[in-house]
């Protein structure tokens, strides 16, 4: 009589069979009652075996098809357990440290802004960059930890904790790209704004609200990349 | 297959498996025989075609699979239907139920 449980395991994989036992034991089931079946029906046993096997044309397929099952949900929620959610984190903690930063700002603002303005005079380096994002900057890698420590305990790769941690300085470029495109499709009056102080404009916005953020989070995120993966499994039955 | 098919071959599929279910706990082999047997031989399964559908149904929480040991010895796994699958069939009945009403208006295939 046949080894089904062999059979099943030459032909979907060594691989997949040593990482799925349970699989190859459940479809080698099947296949062996469904021959079963035919030869207490009358079918020559090498009949009965040769019509099992061809329930399945391409074992290669069913593997790839099983994987899809079984893991395909699994992946879909994991990026959201794994990217989304602590991404949303990272956003919170990011922009409730900077709420709190403007709260506390807006105290000495007008004993601050005279001699800011003093010190300053570069027209596109404003004084709110040095009130507020400077010390955003500073206490912005705290956000960036925790968005990928969520990332890590969801059991995110470190690409997805990196991602995680960059989510609040994402949220600020997908603002200016929003603002850019709309300058464009909107336009200026003729003579008002040439390209390239547009360019200038969108540059230096971007390096003090997006670029030193994106630095400062990655910063905070780097103790968690470097941890190993905890690689949780999907779901599976006993 | 055009994809539009394939969604409604698949869709079909589900309902079958969840009906079955929904009277007892079924091993894959019973759910196929089930099936065939009800549907006067229209309708068939082979290991190919049941196994993703089920660990499909099992990774959305619908069917539940369970090992146990049969009076011969042998293992198999038993799969029932979970409360979260039961919500799930009476919407999926309905779609279907409305889609062959319609069809049937179009096309009058309950009378061909």
């Known amino acids: 009589m046949r080894d ?176 850019l495109s709309m300058e464009l499709v909107i336009g200026r009056a003729p003579g008002t704004t040439r390209s390239h102080d547009l360019s200038a404009r969108v540059l230096l916005f971007t390096i003090p609200w997006v670029w030193l953020p994106a630095i400062s989070l990655l910063l905070g995120s780097l103790p968690f990349l470097r941890l190993r993966a905890l690689s949780p499994q999907p779901a599976r039955a006993a | 297959m055009p994809r539009q098919l394939l969604q409604m071959k698949r869709g079909s599929a589900e309902l079958a498996v969840l009906a079955v279910l929904e009277e007892e706990a079924l091993h894959g082999y019973e759910i196929a025989k089930r099936i065939e047997a009800r549907s006067g031989g229209q309708l068939r399964f082979d290991v190919a075609s049941l196994y993703p559908l089920l660990y499909q149904l099992e990774s959305r929480r619908w069917v539940k699979g369970r090992w146990e040991e049969a009076p011969s010895g042998r293992k198999r796994r038993r799969y029932h239907l979970t409360e979260q699958g039961r919500r799930a069939l009476a919407p999926l009945r309905r779609g279907w139920r409305n889609f062959f009403q319609a069809l049937d208006l179009v096309a009058g295939v309950r009378g061909a």
Not at chain 1, 61 to 70: F, G, Q, S, T, Y
Not at chain 1, 96 to 120: F, K, M, T
Not at chain 1, 131 to 137: A, D, K, M, N, R
């Open chain 1, 4 to 179: 089904w449980e062999q059979t099943v395991r030459d032909r979907i994989g060594a691989s997949y069979a040593a990482a799925h036992p349970e699989v190859v034991r459940e479809l080698a089931g099947h296949l062996e009652e469904f021959c079963e079946d035919l030869t207490r029906r009358g079918e020559p046993a090498p009949e009965a075996e040769r019509r099992a096997l061809a329930q399945v044309s391409d074992w290669l397929r069913l593997r790839k098809n099983l994987e899809r099952a079984r893991e395909g949900d699994f992946m879909k929620n994991q990026q959201i357990r794994a990217v989304w959610l602590p991404g949303l984190l990272s956003t919170i903690v990011g922009f409730g440290l900077l709420r709190a930063i403007l709260a506390i700002g807006a105290l000495p603002w007008w004993i601050l802004q005279g001699r800011v303005s003093e010190l300053l005079h570069q027209p596109y380096l404003q004084t709110e960059i040095c009130l507020f994002v400077i010390p955003w900057v500073v206490v912005l890698p705290l956000a960036g930890a925790a968005g990928s420590f969520a990332s890590w305990r969801a059991g995110g790769r470190p690409v997805q904790r990196a991602v995680a941690a960059l989510f609040p300085a994402l949220v600020i470029a997908g603002f200016v790209a929003i603002g």
